[in-house]
Each structure stands twice: as structure tokens, then as C-alpha cells.
């Protein structure tokens, strides 16, 4: 018989993750391995329990789903990711693909859908609900953005730090510039790609093509 697969579940409901691991204990080829209910606690965790899948909430204090999962595959470019919450908004879905998650799935999934998901992921696959796939097919189809303004070579830096989860004050430092300057570019940023913050910039600038989601 193989190795069971190993799941680690991220979310901040105690309550979701008892459900999920008496759900995921029904079958024979799953093992749970860990649980966080914050983003730092899962980085930290899944570094010495190296599981197979993670199962990862989008919304978590400190750090969301999102911003966790780029730092996991900052880390392990291999690390098998599968959003399960309850956001299925355009933004959410598009932002947390292309962050790197192999799998998008809505926590009123049917408990086989979630099934089928963490084995197709464990196997190298991606799966999207189907409900999810639609949302992620009409907001490809959607027509091209308007041009933006374009941004400095300077901001162009600054936003690909971002994009690798940097705070200001370790932009500051890595580009040799004070944090308030860094400020004002991220300001500008904003202003510039129309978005309301860090994250939306990363995801716009990203579908523009203006900077690359795997760090270099």
C-alpha cells in the first residue's frame, strides 16, 4: 500500500479545521499532518511538516491566504497548494492562480469534489471547481484594459518587491532609498494602476505583464 497523502489545513475557524480533518479521516489515502489558523504559523509549520497538499483559507489574520501562498512557493517553487474558502470573487480567483495555486475550490464544495482535488493536486494536476473555472473563464474573456500610465523604472522595482511580499521597510533597504520614498512610489503605484492596494497592484500589474509572480 503507498504513503498516505499528506494535508496540512490552513484557516482561522478551529471549527473548519476539526470539520475538515473528521472529513478528511473517512479515507484511507489521507493523512493530516498539521493545521495553523494564521499565515506566519502555516509558513513556519509546513516548512518542518512537509506535506504533500496544503489546504489554504484566503482569509487569515496577519497574512492572508494569498499572500501566504506566495511565500510558500517563494520557498518551495513545488509546494502544492489548493485554495479552499468561501471568496469566490473574479478578483479573489484570478489573484490566488496566478500566485500559484494548483486548486480553487468553494468551502460549500461537495465533500467528493474536495476529494478528487486534493488527489489530482497531490498527483501534479490543477483543478478548479467547475463554478469557479466559469468565473475564471469570464474574466479571461474579458476585453483588454485600457493603457495605463506608465510607471517609472523606479516603481516598476518597487512593484516587483511587492510582488515578492517585501515590506517597506526591506524595499527601503533593498533598493538604498528611504521608506518614505518608498511610500510615495507605492502611492503612485496605486494612483497608477487604478487599484485600491498592494495586493490588486500586484495582481493588475501582473496581468499586464508588467512584472512576473515567481520572484525574478
Partial sequence: MSDPIRIFLADDHPVV?????????????FAVVGQAGNGRSTIDQVAETKPDVVLLDIEMPGMDGVETLRQLRAANPHERVIMFTAFDTDERIVTAVQAGAQGYLLKGAPRQELF?????????????????????????????????????????????????????????AQLVISERTVKFHVSAILSKLSVGNRTEAVTEAAQRGLISLDGR
Fill in 116 to 172: 478528487n482535488a486534493i488527489r489530482v493536486v497531490h498527483d501534479g494536476g490543477s483543478l478548479l471547481q467547475p463554478i469557479v473555472a466559469h468565473k475564471l473563464m469570464q474574466r479571461v474573456a474579458q476585453p483588454p484594459e485600457p493603457p495605463l500610465e506608465q510607471l517609472t523604472p523606479r516603481e516598476l522595482e518597487v512593484l516587483q518587491a511587492l510582488a515578492q511580499g517585501r515590506q517597506n521597510k526591506e524595499i527601503a
Fill in 17 to 29: 479545521r476539526d470539520g475538515l480533518v473528521a472529513i478528511l479521516s473517512t479515507q484511507p489515502d
